[in-house]
């Protein structure tokens, strides 16, 4: 098993940035993959930002250039940071972690940017 806890999401004005973290712990040598994903009441969940299995990173192309995915091996922990934030960026955003059996989502984390 894998839990994923989220945090560091908020209210925050436009262009203004946050960063999400994500504590990772359980089975972890089994995930390969892991992302950042959001979603709205109107959209299905997308990824925003994410690690693929041989460690390049990819972004949705609505992100690219303003968010960065990064992680910390040391601390189990993976981040993302949101800068130039915008009003389409409001979303329940989930860590997400794969192994070639499972997929683990964390409980979301609100960001709301206000125009």
């Known amino acids: 098993q894998v839990q994923l806890v989220e945090s560091g999401g908020g209210l925050v004005q436009a262009g203004g940035s946050l960063r999400l973290s994500c504590a990772v712990s359980?089975?972890?040598?089994?995930?390969?993959?892991m992302g950042w994903y959001r979603q709205t009441p109107e959209k299905h969940r997308e990824l925003v930002a994410g690690?693929?299995?041989?460690?390049?990173?990819n972004y949705a192309d609505s992100v690219k250039g303003r968010f960065t995915i990064s992680r910390d091996n040391a601390k189990n922990t993976m981040y993302l940071q949101m800068n130039s934030l915008k009003p389409e960026d409001t979303a329940v955003y989930y860590c997400?972690?794969?192994?070639?059996?499972?997929?683990?989502w964390g409980q979301g984390t609100q960001v709301t940017v206000s125009s």
């Open positions: 997400n972690a794969a192994s070639p059996a499972m997929n683990y």
């Open positions: 359980g089975s972890i040598f089994s995930i390969n993959v």
């Open positions: 690690f693929t299995s041989g460690g390049r990173t």
